[in-house]
């Protein structure tokens, strides 16, 4: 297959999650064009069997550039193959307050865009403390005691589960339709 990973990252987890993804299915055998999305990214959609988006919400909000391109492309996203990754904290977060404000996000970001992916997965991102101002760090540190999280500043905490994102890579490698194969 032919398949695009477009992702928006503001802090680099994002990033690293989409090369991860492009690593495994690249050694599937499959084709992958890896892009970062900005606002004046050119890229003929109709060319991939398959489109991954990936983004990292803070706020509440995902990255404009990766809105704007799912907003422009939805039409033809909704009749593809096309996975949506929404990368947050809150993913690494079990209780109700977590799993029902990111199925808001991401209804939210469906609406706003009229994109409604095939398969949605959420991804835990992590804490770059190494990379906050003062205020973030504070604020961060304060995120992670609330939700059980090392508050060590002196150094990142990552919270994605790769193996969770291998699966994840093994489903979109597949044949089968994603609407078939949802976690």
């Known amino acids: 297959m032919n398949i695009l990973i477009l992702f928006g990252s503001t802090e680099g987890q994002t990033r690293k999650i989409a090369m991860f993804v492009r690593d495994r299915l690249e050694g599937a055998g499959h084709k992958v064009r890896l892009l970062e999305a900005s606002v004046d990214i050119d890229v003929d959609v109709a060319m991939f069997d398959r489109v991954i988006i990936a983004a990292s919400l803070h706020a509440g909000d995902y990255q404009p550039a990766v809105v704007a391109f799912a907003t422009a492309h939805h039409a033809l996203l909704n009749r593809m193959d096309a996975a949506f990754l929404s990368v947050s904290l809150s993913a690494a977060g079990k209780d109700k307050e977590d799993v029902d404000g990111l199925a808001s996000c991401v209804t939210r970001f469906a609406a706003d865009t ?70």
């Open 114 to 183: 009229g994109w409604h992916p095939a398969r949605i997965e959420h991804v835990a991102g992590a804490f770059r403390f190494t990379r906050y101002d003062l205020m973030k760090r504070w604020a961060l540190r304060y995120i992670a005691w609330k939700k059980g999280q090392s508050t060590d500043t002196s150094r990142d905490h990552e919270l994605t589960d790769w193996d969770a994102l291998a699966q994840f890579a093994v489903a979109i490698a597949s044949s089968a339709p994603l609407t078939q194969v949802r976690a």
